[in-house]
């Protein structure tokens, strides 16, 4: 157990849909990062918050938006679910903005879009 | 933007041989990670490397940086089994206000008897 913890582990829905993945960091981390893993793309950054705040921004769509919560959790929203947004979603935390102690990686959201 | 790529993608060992996955990057940065990932699970950190010439042993594992080659090695000696899995690097750039990883293609690892 990295101490990250991702709801749920598996998603199943339809295309058009919009659902809620969730991400609890390693107590005392301040850094959320979400990345998506697919086929295709491979790992991708999301999106990167710190004490709640965003701090940076990667090729996240406009369908897809973040946010992260006074008590450190982060949500990912996706919305309009099409079928290539079907892939492994990670959330990562770090007790810092610049990684100098290394990221640690969630067991991940599996998302399947139908 | 800055590019990561691997080398090579795909790799076919024999136990008890030594090989080494070779991590070029494209712009400056004095960070690097390496991480191991089995199939559908997470990813897994062994090592962070932080400077030029840094190098870092973890049992048959052990990782090096060159920042002026834009460099990274893995190199595995003597392999077994268990060390069959996918090897990511990543190398960290630091932005105004935050930071970011971005990874390599990976580098799928089978380590035959």
Known sequence: DSGVTQTPKHLITATGQRVTLRCSPRSGDLSVYWYQQSLDQGLQFLIQYYNGEERAKGNILERFSAQQFPDLHSELNLSSLELGDSALYFCASSPEIGGSYGYTFGSGTRLTVV | ?113
């Open chain 2, 1 to 113: 933007e800055l590019k990561v790529e691997q080398n090579p993608l795909f790799l076919s060992m024999q136990e008890g041989k030594n090989y080494t996955i070779y991590c070029n990057y494209s712009t400056t940065s004095d960070r690097l990670y390496w991480y191991r990932q089995d199939p559908g699970k997470s990813l897994e950190s062994l090592f962070v490397l932080l400077s030029n010439g840094a190098v870092k042993q973890e049992g048959r594992l052990m990782a090096s940086l060159d920042t002026k080659a834009r460099l990274s090695t893995l190199h595995i000696t003597a392999a077994v089994h268990d060390l069959s899995a996918t090897y990511f690097c990543a190398v960290a750039r630091r932005e105004t206000s935050g930071s970011r990883l971005t990874f390599g293609e990976g580098t799928q690892l089978t380590v035959n008897p």
